[in-house]
């Protein structure tokens, strides 16, 4: 009678690794307060607003997923505003950046809330991301005010941020007070989103080095050197955990050299890179 054979296998498992991907970017129609978007439940979405009410700055104090067109319906979720992104720069406007990790389902529109003051001059726009973390998925953010920075390539920038977390996917945006935003030109390994249809310009890259100091970087309309622009950077994190390893080992069961023999075990190297195994050792 034949023997019951036991084989035993021992798999590495790593984590698979999502890569960030842009989806989509909405822009609001002149000065309305929020934005209709339809985006896809767990994705990331991501907010900048510039506002001027001709007299002072209105500020941002709430932004908020809605259930229905508009900006109306329930409130399904509520936006973080990283620090470095709320407070108030020396300019004509008040520009401010928000993001949402984790979307529910049913989200309709984005609704912006401002303190006391209304606005004169809204611009709003929101871009969608999926493969980002879902939970605290934000790195770092940060942003920088510039007057009369030139068109020299890059010369737009959010100034440095230490990255500490890579992958990362990093979303640049700037804002041309001067209304001269039509051919704001993405920063070097930068990808631009959409169309320019007001002062706002949207770009995106996915870091895959090295940690460090990232900006985003613009270079400025050709007939806008000579305005003023703020520009901000997030950064986050991707989901998932460490890269894949692109080698390993793991057991194998070798066929029996004789009909009643128990199988022997083989411990096999594997790589990723050259799609090969190789046999390491027998037992």
């Known amino acids: 009678m034949k023997k019951i054979l036991i084989a035993l296998l021992l798999l590495a498992v790593s984590p698979v690794w999502a890569a960030g991907a842009f989806v989509q970017v909405v822009r609001n ?9 339809t985006p896809a439940a767990g ?13 002072s700055t209105p500020t941002l104090t709430a932004l908020q997923a809605m259930s229905a067109t508009g900006g109306t319906g329930s409130v399904l979720a509520s936006f973080t505003i990283p620090a470095a992104l709320a407070t108030a720069i020396p ?8 993001y949402l990790a984790n979307l529910p389902s049913g989200t309709a529109s984005v609704l912006a809330t401002f303190n006391g003051q209304t606005p004169a001059e809204v611009y709003i726009q929101v871009s969608e991301y999926s ?8 790195i770092i953010s940060t942003r920088q005010f510039q007057s009369l920075p030139g068109t020299t390539a890059n010369a737009l920038s959010s100034g440095t941020a230490s ?9 640049g945006s700037a804002f041309d007070e001067n209304g001269n935003a039509g051919d704001i030109v993405a920063g070097t390994s930068f990808t631009k989103r959409g169309t320019n249809t007001s002062q706002l310009s949207l770009e995106d890259r996915r870091e895959t080095g090295a940690t460090g100091s990232y900006a985003a970087t613009f270079t400025a309309a050709t007939n ?6 703020d520009t901000a950077l997030m950064a986050f994190t991707e989901t998932g955990g460490a890269p894949a390893p692109t080698s390993g080992f793991f057991f194998s069961s070798l066929p029996p050299r004789h009909d009643d023999a128990v199988p022997s075990l083989a411990l096999v190297r594997y790589s990723v890179k050259t799609e090969s195994t190789k046999r390491h ?3």
């Open 43 to 55: 994705n990331l979405l991501v907010f900048t607003s510039a506002t001027s009410s001709g007299v």
């Open 281 to 283: 050792a027998g037992f």
């Open 131 to 138: 493969g980002i973390a879902t939970t605290t998925p934000l």
């Open 163 to 171: 990255v500490s977390s890579i992958p990362a996917f990093i979303v």
């Open 224 to 229: 806008g050197g000579g305005d003023k622009y």
């Open 91 to 98: 300019n004509n406007y008040y520009v401010s950046g928000a």
């Open 29 to 37: 129609s002149t000065n309305a307060h929020f934005v209709n978007i």
